[in-house]
């Protein structure tokens, strides 16, 4: 079966600190690709989604991620955190050929110091 | 705009009793999924449904059913409750089946604690 994994549970940094979480996937085939967070009491939102084109997306708050094929990675970025940016951050992936159904990895506790 | 949304916040229920959650799609989605997100894990699928039918179902037993109404609204009904049910289940909605070109919206989900 199809899994995603997220290796760092949790990550600790301060303001202005550049951030990277990982991603990984076992699926050798089409993939699209997705990163979620989770503020503090509030619901999951989408951060930014690869579907095709560019493996470079942007999405919001200044966030990026890179698609790998190669390496089946999917891994967000922030050059400069800010102390909003303490959430929760999952990695999904939906593939195609098996249906509609995303497939998150258990998710990196990001912590911020102001 | 209204968003997702899902009743009730919070509920206890103890072992062996069934329970009913309930879940509105985002304005203009007819496409409800269904997740259960166990405590420090990351959201798990249960199924989905589209024009009132179940389209796709993960590794979920029988216990777990639903339904959807033709406003599209939806139910996630869990029979003979055991304690590993307890979870923060969460309602997603999109506007068709396929997240292949969609986005799903995600609701503030509901916390079930069983006893």
């Known amino acids: 079966a199809q899994s995603v994994s997220q290796h760092n549970h949790h990550v600790i940094l301060s303001e202005a600190a550049s951030l990277e979480l990982g991603c990984n996937y076992s699926?050798?085939?089409?993939?699209?690709l997705f990163w979620y967070v989770q503020y503090p009491g509030q619901h999951l939102q989408l951060l930014l989604k690869?579907?095709?084109?560019?493996?470079l997306v942007k999405g919001i708050k200044g966030f990026e991620a890179e698609f790998i094929k190669s390496k089946f990675s999917f891994n967000l970025r922030k050059p400069s955190v800010q102390w909003s940016d303490t959430a929760e951050y999952f990695c999904?992936?939906?593939?195609?050929?098996?249906?509609?159904?995303?497939?998150f990895g258990g998710g990196t506790r990001v912590l911020v110091k102001p | 705009d209204a968003g997702v949304t899902q009743s009730p916040t919070h509920l206890i229920k103890t072992r062996g009793q069934q329970v009913t959650l309930r879940c509105s799609p985002k304005?203009?989605?007819?496409?409800v999924s269904w997740y259960q997100q166990a405590l420090g894990q990351g959201p798990q699928f249960i199924f989905q449904?589209?024009?009132?039918?179940?389209?796709q179902r993960g590794n979920f037993p029988d216990r777990f059913s639903g339904h959807q109404f033709p406003n599209y609204s939806s139910e996630l009904n869990v029979n003979a409750l055991l304690l590993g049910d307890s979870a923060l289940y969460l309602c997603?909605?999109?506007?068709?089946?396929?997240?292949?070109?969609?986005?799903?919206?995600f609701g503030p989900g509901t916390r079930l604690l069983v006893l």
């Open positions: 699926y050798g085939g089409t993939v699209n």
């Open positions: 449904y589209y024009e009132e039918e179940e389209r």
């Open positions: 999904a992936v939906l593939i195609k050929a098996a249906g509609n159904k995303l497939t």
């Open positions: 997603a909605s999109s506007l068709g089946p396929s997240l292949s070109q969609e986005t799903q919206y």
């Open positions: 690869y579907f095709s084109g560019d493996p």
């Open positions: 304005s203009g989605h007819d496409t």
